[in-house]
């Protein structure tokens, strides 16, 4: 298994709901990442899990909470979020933290705040 | 100043045609170098990785890197309307942005036939 997987591939939420994003890789990578991109800007990190503990988090509004359940598994919950979320949400691993290597993304939850 | 600038573009280019894509980072410490091709509404694609200075080859795909100068540029050969997308040029910093990547803001490349 050589890919990255996240669901759902779409989302609409209402700015009180609660809802859930999934990562999931079998690479045995043992670094994880979530990314936020909006429309026309490159990939801007939120948070970066290695060997299973977060090991960055850029400041991200508490609304954002990460987990890593394992080594495998990464999620995002989300709560009561704000139009301005509406975004790409992207997930990436890679193989070593301890080396500066490649870095595989998902294919993206497309999330849309009402 | 940008930690990663690119080509401000967009670049056009006609179906055959060599397209250059340059870019400059400004972390002298910089250890890995990557570029990613991301079409319209996807994720980002990895299509090329370097970490020595000079040429690496895959394909119709050459990456150029230039430690002294800071510099790393992607040429496609014989570009295909099907190269059409945003590329990302990214930089694995030093320092305490260890394992943080740094892209730059993308040059949007259109092949016309």
């Known amino acids: 298994d050589t890919e990255v997987t996240q669901t759902p591939k779409h989302l609409v939420m209402g700015m009180t709901n609660k809802k859930s994003l999934k990562c999931e890789q079998h690479m045995g990578h043992r670094a994880m990442y979530w990314y936020k991109q909006k429309a026309k800007k490159p990939p801007e990190l939120m948070f970066v899990?290695?060997?299973?503990?977060?090991?960055i988090n850029e400041s991200v509004p508490s609304r954002f909470s990460p987990e890593c359940p394992n080594s495998s598994l990464l999620n995002l919950h989300l709560h009561a979020l704000q139009p301005e979320d509406s975004a790409l949400y992207l997930c990436?691993?890679?193989?070593?933290?301890?080396?500066?290597?490649?870095?595989?993304f998902g294919p993206g939850t497309r999330l849309t705040v009402l | 100043q940008k930690e990663v600038e690119q080509n401000s573009g967009p670049l056009s280019v006609p179906e055959g045609a060599i397209a250059s894509l340059n870019c400059t980072y400004s972390d002298r410490g910089s250890q890995s170098f990557f570029w990613y091709r991301q079409y319209s509404g996807k994720s980002p694609e990895l299509i090329m990785s370097i970490y020595s200075n000079g040429d690496k080859e895959d394909g119709r795909f050459t990456a150029q890197l230039n430690k002294a100068s800071q510099y790393v540029s992607l040429l496609i050969r014989d570009s295909q309307p099907s190269d059409s997308a945003t590329y990302l040029c990214a930089v694995y910093a030093g320092g305490t942005s260890y394992g943080k990547l740094t892209f730059g803001q993308g040059t949007i490349l259109t092949v016309h036939p």
């Open positions: 990436a691993s890679r193989p070593d933290p301890r080396l500066y290597n490649e870095q595989f």
């Open positions: 899990y290695s060997y299973e503990k977060l090991s």
